[in-house]
């Protein structure tokens, strides 16, 4: 079935033309190096693109990853001179999600732009996994959720 979803993302619904764009984008911000957060964001973003039936975005709290305490906060930084472009692409995002969802066929590409909403308005700090890895990790979420309140 993932496979029949990342077939229709790529023929009828050219989603890998997004991929691209945000590959360039990330690209370019890393070149900058002071952007390099938000592209290293958008890089692992355009990954998710490539094939959203079988990967999905993550962040990296839930991922239990470390990084530098310097760069948790430049890219803290990063991400709030970003808002007005997370904006402006989160408005482009729900204009495609509403002319996908408009079709009968669409509507599984809409849900999987509309899941990515968070990345795109805040890409820093994501990370792109295989979706085995994603159901996994809101599994181990859902278990402490309920070990929390059951005792």
Same mark, same amino acid.
């Given at each position: 079935?993932?496979?029949?979803?990342?077939?229709?993302?790529?023929?009828?619904? &050219? +989603?890998? *033309?997004? /991929?691209?764009?945000?590959?360039?984008?990330?690209?370019? @911000?890393?070149?900058?190096? !002071?952007?390099? #957060?938000?592209?290293?964001?958008?890089?692992?973003?355009?990954?998710?693109?490539?094939?959203?039936?079988?990967?999905?975005?993550?962040?990296?709290?839930?991922?239990?990853?470390?990084?530098?305490?310097?760069?948790?906060?430049?890219?803290?930084?990063?991400?709030?001179?970003?808002?007005? &472009? +997370?904006? *402006?692409? /989160?408005?482009?995002?729900?204009?495609?999600?509403?002319? @996908?969802?408009?079709?009968? !066929?669409?509507? #599984?590409?809409?849900?999987?732009?509309?899941?990515?909403?968070?990345?795109?308005?805040?890409?820093?700090?994501?990370?792109?996994?295989?979706?085995?890895?994603?159901?996994?990790?809101?599994?181990?979420?859902?278990?402490?959720?309920?070990?929390?309140?059951?005792?």
């Amino acid at each position: 079935m993932r496979t029949l979803g990342n077939i229709l993302w790529y023929f009828p619904f &050219f +989603g890998f *033309i997004n /991929a691209i764009m945000f590959f360039l984008l990330g690209s370019l @911000l890393v070149l900058t190096v !002071v952007a390099s #957060p938000l592209g290293l964001g958008l890089i692992q973003y355009s990954k998710f693109l490539f094939a959203p039936f079988s990967w999905s975005m993550v962040s990296k709290e839930d991922l239990n990853v470390e990084s530098n305490p310097a760069w948790e906060a430049y890219s803290t930084i990063i991400m709030i001179l970003w808002i007005p &472009f +997370g904006i *402006i692409f /989160a408005v482009i995002t729900i204009c495609q999600i509403v002319g @996908l969802a408009i079709s009968i !066929v669409g509507i #599984p590409v809409a849900l999987v732009l509309a899941k990515s909403l968070r990345t795109i308005f805040n890409p820093v700090g994501m990370v792109c996994v295989p979706a085995v890895v994603a159901n996994e990790v809101q599994r181990r979420k859902d278990e402490a959720a309920i070990n929390k309140h059951i005792r």
